[in-house]
């Protein structure tokens, strides 16, 4: 039995988190930072979008390959935003 809550899926109690969310870890903050909370989570919706859109998303004439490879550096510097604005937030000098 499965039940959706908050873009994870619980199965028998285990939670199976999105593409978007396992990408930005959105269950790792030590910190306790809501703002870190917030831009995972946002980065996390994101990738999910650009991860679906990907696959909605094909070539007729061939450059399936490209494609693919700008999808991924699409998912790739999302995610690099998503780091460096967590390490901006939780930033000490």
Known sequence: MSKIT???TETLGTPTWSFGEKLAGTTFNPSNDSDVDRVKQSAA???NE???ANR???VSLGGQDTLNSIWEA???RALEAQMLAVKAITWKY
Do not use: G, L, Q, R
């Open 6 to 8: 908050d873009n994870t």
């Open 45 to 47: 919706n994101f990738m």
């Open 50 to 52: 650009i991860d679906n």
């Open 56 to 58: 909605n998303t094909k």
């Open 74 to 76: 699409a998912k790739m």
